[in-house]
């Protein structure tokens, strides 16, 4: 190492210049064609992750209790279920009747949107 350091200290302002420049150009091609190995291997998202998890989505509500109070069944049990389930209740009893009104479209077009921008 120490005979490297002595040949740059020798070398003119010029040519140390060009052995930067050159050095530039070669990290430069070698980024590229890293970049591009790695979206042939599918990483073409430009470092996004795809979402596995459904964490932070609204999901429409499975149960309703007695008070109004609704829960889509995820997470902890609400204390009102806990409840009514200490009183003999079943969680089927506080499950809230599937229509196919509204409420189904919306979950349609918001898929067909999603579907739309994953083609994209």
């Known amino acids: 190492m120490a005979k490297r350091s002595q040949s740059f ?3 003119s302002v010029d040519a140390l210049l060009k052995m930067r420049d050159e050095i530039g150009r ?6 590229e064609d890293l970049k ?3 979206s042939q291997l599918g990483g073409g998202g430009r470092g996004r992750r795809k ?3 459904v964490k932070g989505r609204k999901v429409v509500p499975k149960y309703r209790g007695p008070g109004g109070a609704t ?3 995820r997470g902890a049990r ?3 279920m806990v409840e009514q389930m200490k009183q003999g209740k079943k969680p089927e009893d506080f499950l809230i009747a599937k229509s196919g009104g509204a409420a189904a ?3 349609k077009s918001a898929a067909k949107k ?3 921008r994953k083609a994209a």
């Open 9 to 11: 200290a020798s070398m």
């Open 26 to 31: 070669v990290l430069n091609r070698k980024a």
């Open 36 to 38: 591009e190995q790695l």
């Open 51 to 53: 979402r596995g998890s």
């Open 71 to 73: 829960w889509a069944g």
């Open 78 to 80: 609400p204390r009102w």
């Open 105 to 107: 479209s919306r979950r």
């Open 114 to 116: 999603s579907r739309k």
